[in-house]
């Protein structure tokens, strides 16, 4: 059986306008495969160079394959459960610094360059101080991209149309101010001069950025399936959900050249990321963590198992559109089409969550993802959002550890853990869930400062604990 690569599958060729540090699954799964869109449907013609931003990596297979690679999107689309696959044929060549340094380097005088898309994980956008601008390459991805920019600087002498715009989709908050703050520090401390620090700040677009795709990654377990069903060999099939969200923070240049709303792409140009930001936060992540210990208590152990399930589903879709979404400020037509994409993301029947990987460090993720709809809804509406109080009750009765005599394998931080250990211990319900309300360790405040919260709080706790999760619900959600 052939292997994969461009003597084998009928692709396209693209001019090298994208340089991308980083080489895994997610960025492949959803970058280049926007990219792969855009080229294929609006004339993009935007092909990738990819360098490995480590020394270990997958440059010498993606190469091998000439950057071709299959990509499975699973989930549901337009209502219906559909699993689809195709060539992903962006990427033109990869390169590894660490073995071929000048070949890197020359990235910076190709004249077609436009953009720079970097995916090096949460850790990857740091400062190292021994990165020196004459190694071959830097540590640090910041340190091997200020190199990049300076030759590209001293290649074109410092022309304002070869500046970049530049792409992070790394997971930490303001990527593209953090990555060129770092890139300004680099210029100082290797002494490059204020026209080069000017050719940045002037005539470089950093954008900051927020990524949306679940990436399960290589399908291991399925590729004797999956190469009979493909008739070739690939070595980086990639699995990921059909749903997709790229918010891109930057100004109105950045959106007249990239066609996304051509292909219909979900990629968001904004000045303001931070509405979208907070959307996710509260409606996926809230959700998640709203559903967790109503869902596992209740005896589910999977999101979309809970999702089937009229009771727990119910609670669930009536939590986000009634409690979450009217404490956000974007249209509500926009609120309501992310909702329901969320909650067919959690029906995805290709993907199994377990709910109890979802638990870890439950009480700060109520903290930051559930905790500000809360006070929000009362601020608003001058009334309790029932239904996540309900969620911090469960919460509490999570923590007890028993569901139906099976002990729950709790996993968060010690303090949090004894400090559960310690309230059950005393069997005393109402004064676990008041300890709970006055910890302003877990919370920043006193919730029991919020007229209502106690009683609502105790009140569900009692029954979960008395009368099950299921007696319980079933009563609630009449």
């Keep these: 059986m052939d292997s994969l690569n461009r003597n084998t599958a009928c692709v396209n060729t693209y001019t090298e306008r994208i340089v991308q540090f980083g080489e895994g699954n997610f960025l492949r799964a959803f970058a280049n495969w926007m990219i792969h869109e855009m080229n294929k449907q609006a004339g993009f013609d935007a092909g990738v160079t990819v360098v490995q931003p480590i020394d270990q990596g997958l440059i010498k297979m993606l190469n091998d394959q000439d950057g071709l690679y299959t990509l499975y999107l699973n989930g549901i689309k337009n209502g219906e459960a559909i699993s689809e696959h195709q060539i992903i044929d962006c990427i033109q060549r990869g390169i ?18 436009r953009f720079v898309i970097s995916n090096t994980t949460e850790a ?3 400062y190292n101080a021994d990165d020196k ?18 030759k590209r600087f001293e290649t074109f002498g410092g022309t304002s149309d070869k ?11 303001r990527n593209g101010d953090n990555l060129k703050r770092i890139i300004l520090q680099y210029a100082d401390d290797w002494n490059l001069g204020t026209d080069f620090k000017e050719w940045i700040e ?49 100004p109105e240049a950045v959106k007249e050249e990239i066609p996304a709303e051509a292909c219909g792409l979900n990629i968001v140009f904004t000045d303001n990321m931070e509405p979208y930001r907070t959307r996710k936060v509260r409606i996926l992540n809230g959700a998640h963590t709203s559903l967790v210990p109503v869902g596992y208590l209740y005896g589910i152990d999977r999101v979309r198992e809970s999702l089937e399930d009229d009771v727990v589903g119910g609670f669930l879709r009536d939590t986000i559109f009634e409690e979450i979404c009217p404490t956000l400020d974007l249209p509500e037509a926009e609120l309501n089409q992310f909702a329901n994409d969320v909650i067919d993301r959690f029906r995805n029947p290709y993907l199994e969550h377990a709910l109890i990987s979802i638990s870890l460090n439950s009480t700060s993720k109520y903290k930051t993802r559930v905790l500000p709809s809360v006070l929000e809804y009362i601020k608003r509406k001058g009334d309790l959002p029932q239904r996540l109080l309900f969620s911090l009750a469960a919460l509490i009765a999570f923590y007890k550890g028993d569901r139906n005599g099976e002990a729950i394998p709790l996993k968060d931080d010690q303090s949090a853990l004894d400090f559960f250990k310690t309230h059950w211990a005393t069997g005393d319900i109402s004064a676990a869930a008041k300890a709970t309300l006055e910890n302003t360790n877990f919370w920043g405040e006193d919730l029991t400062k919020y007229e209502g919260v106690l009683d609502a709080v105790t009140n569900n706790l009692e029954s979960i604990v008395n009368n099950g999760m299921q007696a319980t619900l079933q009563n609630f959600t009449k």
């Design 133 to 150: 601008l004459d190694d071959a390459p830097q540590s640090s991805f910041p340190g091997k991209l200020t190199a990049l920019l300076h």
């Design 124 to 126: 990857g956008i740091a």
């Design 163 to 173: 500046g970049l715009i530049i792409i992070p989709c790394e997971l930490i908050d």
């Design 202 to 250: 002037d005539d470089n677009i950093f954008c900051n950025t927020l990524v949306d795709r679940i990436v399960p990654g290589y399908p291991r377990d399925k590729m004797d399936a999956i190469t009979a069903e493909l008739g070739y060999k690939d070595n980086l099939v990639v699995e990921g959900e059909q749903f997709h969200l790229w918010v891109i923070e930057g």
């Design 96 to 113: 590894n610094p660490y073995e071929n340094p000048s070949d890197y380097l020359a990235i910076g005088e190709n004249p077609d360059l």
